[in-house]
C-alpha cells in the first residue's frame, strides 16, 4: 500500500513531471482492484488538503513545483489582501481586489506569483484555489442577481462574497425572517 508520506516524496523530487492517476499507478506497480482503491485515497486525501493538485489535464504534482505557494490569507477591508506563507522564509504576497476570487479572511489559499517586484519591492499573485475556509459560518445578506449570487456578510469591513458553484451547491442556508 502506498503512503501519503510516499506518493508526497515521490512528487517533491527533482525529476518528477506531473503524471495522471494512471501513470501514477504504473509507477507504484498497483494491480489490483483493492490496491487501486487504497492508492486513490491518499491520492485524494492530499489533494483535498492542498499538499497536492490535479491539473486541468488531470496531472498531480506539488503545488511549489507548480509555481504556487500556499498560506493563509489576511484580508483587508478595502478587498485586497496579503498571501502569509506557510514558509516563513518567503515574503508576503500582495493579492489585489480582483485577483482574490471567492477567497475570505483566515482561508488557506494556494496563490500563482504574477508579478515580482524591481529591486526588492514586494510580490503580487492571485488565488488560484481555496484550500480551506478560515471562516465556515457567515451571517449575512444574500442576494441572488445575474448569474453569480453573493453573500453581504453582517460583519464590519468585509466586502460582498460572490459564492462559486460549489459553494453554492454545498453550502447549508439557515433563513431567519425578523417581523
Do not use: C
Not at 25 to 42: H, M, N, R, V
Not at 80 to 97: C, K, M, S
Request: glycine share 10%.
Amino acid at each position: 500500500m502506498v503512503t501519503r508520506e510516499e506518493l508526497l516524496d515521490f512528487m517533491k523530487e527533482t525529476a518528477y513531471k506531473p503524471m495522471t492517476y494512471n501513470e501514477l499507478e504504473k509507477q507504484f506497480g498497483i494491480e489490483s482492484a483493492q490496491d487501486f482503491k487504497d492508492f486513490l485515497k491518499p491520492l485524494n486525501e492530499l489533494e483535498h488538503e492542498g499538499l497536492i493538485l490535479r491539473t486541468r489535464n488531470d496531472r498531480y504534482g506539488v503545488p511549489e513545483r507548480m509555481n504556487l505557494l500556499r498560506g493563509k490569507l489576511q484580508a483587508h477591508a478595502k478587498g485586497f489582501g496579503f498571501l502569509i506563507p506557510e514558509d516563513r522564509d518567503h515574503p508576503d504576497v500582495y493579492i489585489h481586489a480582483n485577483d482574490m476570487g471567492t477567497a475570505m479572511n483566515g482561508d488557506i489559499i494556494l496563490v500563482r506569483i504574477s508579478s515580482k517586484g524591481q529591486a526588492g519591492g514586494r510580490m503580487e499573485g492571485e488565488v488560484v484555489r481555496v484550500v480551506s475556509r478560515g471562516n465556515t459560518q457567515i451571517v449575512g445578506l444574500f442576494q441572488s442577481q445575474g448569474s453569480m449570487p453573493s453573500l453581504f456578510p453582517t460583519i464590519s469591513g468585509w466586502s460582498g462574497i460572490s459564492l462559486s458553484r460549489r459553494e453554492r451547491l454545498t453550502a447549508r442556508w439557515t433563513a431567519i425572517r425578523s417581523s
